[in-house]
């Protein structure tokens, strides 16, 4: 850690995934420079990242080896892109995501950085070569998407564009391992990524329940949260296959018949508008109150942190 201090990462964009990522980089001991177009938000980002590093050692959760008073001396913030990004090793954008916004902000990056340093981007969805296309340092360019919250759910999904260099693909992975975050490589450029593109198959099948009258939300909730989610913690949904069989050869023996049929009464994709949108939202919202978000989210995000934890001493024997 004393080494790692050294090294600089820029944030570029502290709203909430930026202001999460710079606490993941500091509990590994990195030198953080925040940046925001609004300098109120560098400030909002930095008093977040107090109020969370206290709560979080309050209930025994904190990251890594660094005290709260380490760790947030090794976050500082600035209202000037080049202090930000000139001397870091690797830049983690977070701005708004918006093709001509994130275009326009790696140019100017593209403009101030080293020539060695790793560009990455919070995009959760805009593939790489769209918004690297025409950087000069194009081939330092990498998306890492993070899960929301990031400091919570460690998954990031790394996805290089065809011109990336192999090893930034390489760096970036061990980055993201050492800070406790867990890569995972999308090979190929698809819209949506991977957590995405199977979340959005979940959703719409709860939309598409809730819509014909199968479930009430709470319970299409329970169904993940107290049934699949529960397994889906510790395993993916392939070997839970694997092991709810005797492998996969006999899981596709026993069930090819009534997966395949099942799956063929999804039908097609649903907008989430209209009526059913409105019932969603009032039955959630009897159940969780619009100005008690925030309360919930900490309530959230408690529950992550000691399933993380956990996770890590399950792990340790
Ligand atoms: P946010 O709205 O919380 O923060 C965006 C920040 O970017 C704001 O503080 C804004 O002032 C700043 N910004 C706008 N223009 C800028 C510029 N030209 N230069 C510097 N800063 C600028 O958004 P959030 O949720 O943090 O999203 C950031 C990125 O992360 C997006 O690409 C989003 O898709 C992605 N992401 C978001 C997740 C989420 O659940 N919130 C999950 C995974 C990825």
Redesign the pocket.
Same mark, same amino acid.
């Given at each position: 850690a004393a080494k790692n201090s050294e090294q600089q990462v820029g944030i &570029?964009?502290?709203?909430?995934?930026?202001h999460?990522f710079a606490m993941i980089y500091a509990a590994s001991g990195y030198r953080v420079r925040i940046?925001?177009?609004?300098p109120e938000?560098v400030q909002h980002?930095l008093s977040t990242i107090d109020e969370q590093l206290e709560h979080l050692a309050k209930n025994g959760l904190l990251r890594g080896k660094l005290t709260v008073k380490e760790q947030r001396s090794l976050i500082t913030g600035t209202n000037d892109?080049a202090e930000c990004v000139k001397d870091a090793f690797f830049i983690q954008e977070? &701005?708004?995501?918006d093709l001509d916004?994130?275009r326009?902000?790696h140019a100017k990056i593209d403009g101030l950085c080293k020539d060695d340093v790793i560009i990455a981007?919070?995009?959760?969805?805009?593939i790489p070569s769209l918004i690297s296309q025409n950087l000069k340092h194009k081939n330092r360019f990498i998306v890492c998407? %993070?899960?929301? %919250? %990031?400091f919570y759910a460690p998954l990031v999904e790394v996805i290089p564009a065809p011109w990336t260099d192999p090893d930034v693909v390489v760096t970036t992975k061990q980055l993201l391992a050492e800070t406790g975050q867990v890569p995972v490589i999308v090979k190929k450029e698809i819209d949506g990524f991977v957590l995405n593109r199977i979340q959005y198959s979940i959703i719409g099948e709860c939309w598409r329940l809730y819509e014909e009258g199968v479930m009430s939300v709470e319970d299409i909730d329970k169904v993940m949260s107290e049934g699949l989610g529960r397994r889906y913690a510790f395993m993916g949904p392939l070997e839970t296959a694997y092991l709810n069989a005797d492998g996969m050869y006999n899981y596709g023996d026993k069930y090819k018949e009534m997966i395949y049929r099942v799956q063929c009464t999804f039908g097609a994709p649903r907008k989430m508008e209209g009526p059913t949108l409105d019932k969603i939202q009032n039955e959630l919202t009897s159940r969780i109150p619009l100005d008690q978000l925030n309360e919930r989210r900490k309530w959230r995000d408690i529950r992550l942190a000691s399933l993380q934890k956990l996770k890590n001493d399950l792990d340790k024997k």
């Open positions: &570029v964009g502290s709203g909430l995934i930026g999460s940046y925001d177009i609004k938000q980002a892109l977070c &701005v708004y995501e916004l994130k326009g902000v981007s919070s995009a959760s969805a805009l998407h %993070p899960t929301n %919250p %990031p």
